[in-house]
């Protein structure tokens, strides 16, 4: 069965942000097999400590929490996306890739890479 992965990025800005913090994912759907493994792409600029996260929408729903990484811990993986689910912060490639393994037909929605960049300061969302 072939189905449909979507991906898009969001920024999260915070005050102290500047215009050169941004991430980019590729435009285009990801056709995968079900049962098969796939990456989806995201990658960022930052000047600041990046601190990496990746949602999930189906339908109409709210964006739901999947997992945030950053340079100094393993993150957190909310338990739902614990077992198929893996990210992995790289600071060189500026990069934080999305694996899925053993696609399941629920996994059609759409991904969002999300960055925030810490400041210290006060978040502000737009």
């Known amino acids: 069965i072939l189905f449909n ?3 898009a990025d969001i920024f999260m800005f915070f005050a102290g942000s ?7 994912q590729p435009t285009e759907d990801v056709m995968a097999v079900e049962g ?3 990456t989806l792409s995201c990658k960022f600029t930052t000047d600041q400590t990046p601190y990496l996260f990746w949602y999930k929408q189906q339908g109409n729903s709210n964006p739901v929490f999947m997992m945030r990484r950053d340079k100094y811990s393993s993150g957190e993986t909310d338990v739902e996306f614990e077992n198929r689910f893996h990210a992995h912060l ?3 490639t500026k990069s934080v890739p999305l694996m899925i393994q053993r696609l ?3 996994d059609s929605a759409v991904y969002y890479c999300a960055l925030r960049p810490t400041s210290g300061q006060t978040e502000r969302r737009f």
């Open 104 to 106: 399941h037909l629920s």
């Open 5 to 7: 992965l979507l991906i």
């Open 18 to 24: 500047r215009a050169e913090d941004s991430v980019t």
């Open 90 to 92: 790289n600071v060189t």
């Open 36 to 38: 098969q493994s796939t």
